[in-house]
């Protein structure tokens, strides 16, 4: 079984300061999948990175990053310099093999993140 | 543009009610999945389907079912509703991982409130 851990309910932070936001997963497949998701306060979820299990290259993304380690099993996400409209409900999920070659996922509990002006 | 759409923002049912929600999505994606989100919870997959007429369960398939008769649609359905159902329901779209796709497309969202 797949699990993924996002221990932080809820941040707060002031603009123009950096955040992370933690994922921790657990598989037993060498083949998965690991993906950030944002909701803001719309409510649509919104895709914002992919990683496959065998590229644990760092990627930045303007103000995003995200550190990918499979020695600890951790996909964290920090954003730099935060404004008020990164203010939204971020997901991890990890997307491991089902039925007919096809993945599936399981999703974090989720971070609020609230960045005040 | 991928449009994910849901029959209904907000619904209304009593227990006991047989309740379909409906999902259609217009860019001829193999898979579809069924979520509920609640509050600290995050998003809980019900179930999904990786073809037409093909479905698996997710972690929470209790109480519902789901119907695949086309590439473009996919139901879930509350065959008898209870009060514990009330939640929101996402629907959303993917292409198979393994072909490249990596974007999944969701749904604005269902409000089902079950009295």
């Known amino acids: 079984a797949q699990k993924v851990t996002q221990a932080q309910t809820e941040i707060s932070v002031v603009e123009k300061e950096d955040v992370t936001l933690d994922c921790v997963y657990e598989?037993?497949?060498?083949?998965?999948?690991l993906f950030w998701y944002k909701q803001p306060p719309s409510g649509e979820l919104v895709f914002l990175i992919r990683r496959n299990s065998f590229d644990e290259q760092n990627e930045i993304s303007g103000r995003y990053s995200w550190n990918f380690q499979k020695s600890t099993s951790s996909f964290n996400f920090t954003i730099t310099a935060s404004q008020v409209v990164d203010s939204a409900v971020y997901f991890c999920a990890l997307w491991g093999p089902a039925s007919g070659g096809s993945y599936i996922p399981t999703f974090g509990r989720g971070t609020s993140l609230i960045v005040h002006p | 543009d991928v449009k994910v759409t849901q029959s209904s923002r907000y619904l209304v049912k009593r227990t006991g009610e047989k309740v379909f929600l409906e999902c259609v999505q217009d860019m001829d994606h193999e898979n579809m999945f069924w979520y509920r989100q609640d509050p600290g919870l995050g998003l809980r997959l019900i179930y999904f389907s990786y073809d037409v007429k093909m479905k698996e369960k997710g972690d929470i398939p209790e109480g519902y079912s789901v119907s695949r008769e086309k590439k473009e649609r996919f139901s879930l359905i509350l065959e008898s509703a209870s009060t514990n159902q009330t939640s929101m329901y996402l629907c959303a779209s993917s292409l198979p991982l393994a072909g490249g796709g990596d974007t999944q497309y969701f749904g604005p969202g269902t409000r089902l409130t079950v009295l």
């Open positions: 598989t037993r497949d060498t083949t998965y999948y």
